[in-house]
């Protein structure tokens, strides 16, 4: 499984990078305008710092809701940078644009994903990755793991090449569940991937490890 870090955060990126894990970067207008960047050149130049910063994927999100802006700018995104895979919502729209793009090899990621017939639209029409978004699916009380199991097994099942990109990845818990359900990408905040990490037993036994050391060693 891919990991993906889900942040606009340039030094985040880079202590993800340096912990030589990260396969990608995954960002949103919302998270955008959480790091304060404005405007369409320090969006751009923003997308092209990332690029920079890691060697894999980084999806960059389309502001239009309509289909000749959708393509208008995805094809500004997708100029920027090989790695970039331009972002597109679910909706009517999106699913021409995504269609549009897929002709032109150009790499798209189906955002805002939240039933197994909108996952099936946008492997139709050739998206490279599908978002189903599980966090979000969590606080209305849906099951969002199970979302994305569903939509492993119907791309299975059809041999779409959609690849499924479990998004809105809240804590560690969710991302072992990604695992499990055969997603084939988490992008996930920084402290779930930092909470991976943790565990009491290796606390405890690091500190027994290094205490022995000193104890025949002083
Ligand atoms: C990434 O592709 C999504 O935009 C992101 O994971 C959404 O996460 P949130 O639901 O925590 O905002």
Redesign the pocket.
Known sequence: MKFFI?TANLEQIIEAQNLGILDGV???P??MAKEGIKGNENILAHYQRICEIVDGDV?A?VISTDYNGMIKEGEILAKLHPRIVV?VPMIKEGIRAIKYFSGKNIRT?C??VFSPGQALLAAKAGAYYV?P?V??LDDISFDGMELVAHIVNIYKTYDFKTQV?A????NPIHIIKALDAGAHVA?C?LDAILGLLKHPLTDIGLQKFLEDYSRVTS
């Not at 998004?167 to 809240?170: E, K, L, N, V």
């Open positions: 889900d995954t960002t949103n919302s998270l999806s999100e972002k990621n955002t805002l978002s978004f966090g979000r990109l998004a809105s990845i809240r992008t905040p």
